[in-house]
């Protein structure tokens, strides 16, 4: 998927700016917070469908790329489990799990983010959490500014085990 501005180039955003929306969502899915959470994507749904187009493109390109970094073995093999209840037993992750895990992570915010690339063993606290919704906003947003359907294309593939550097024991 490739995001192209209105000039044809692709739609560029800082991570800085990135990150200062994502904060609008006010931290990470958990079980008990799942409205909370909801409620935090529809705010930046609607802060990203009220700026300009560019920024929406911008912001699916960062996401993308964010998630793809995180789309490595040393995550996706981890199993999943509530660090909160100890009796739930450990499981391991489907590509859906692995991915909305990985929307989970970003939508924690930027500490949480750099915390988990340095330290894969943190990636669990995440993984048994889901980001789904994270995936969607960008997409309502665009619908919304630009009434019509998101069919852009990102530099990178965010699905899990798309990103190969980061999965080398599986076959091409």
């Not at 859906?96 to 915390?115: H, I, M, P, S, W």
Request: with cysteine.
């Amino acid at each position: 998927m490739s995001t192209i501005a209105i000039d044809g180039a692709p739609a560029e955003l800082s991570w800085e700016r990135f990150w200062q929306l994502i904060d609008l969502i006010g931290g990470e899915p958990a079980v008990a917070v799942c409205a909370t959470f909801d409620a935090g994507c529809e705010r930046l749904t609607e802060a990203l469908a009220a700026g300009p187009v560019d920024e929406i493109t911008g912001f699916g390109e960062r996401l993308a790329e964010a998630l793809y970094r995180l789309d490595r073995e040393e995550y996706g093999t981890q199993l999943a489990a509530d660090p909160d209840d100890p009796s739930d037993r450990p499981l391991p992750l489907s590509d859906d799990g692995f991915l909305y895990g990985r929307a989970a992570v970003v939508a924690a915010g930027r500490a949480a983010y750099e915390q988990v690339l340095a330290d894969p063993a943190l990636f669990a606290r995440h993984s048994f959490r889901s980001g789904e919704s994270l995936l969607h906003a960008h997409v309502d947003a665009y619908e919304t500014a630009a009434g019509e359907e998101w069919e852009h294309d990102t530099r990178h593939d965010y699905e899990s085990c798309s990103n190969r550097e980061g999965w080398p024991n599986l076959r091409a």
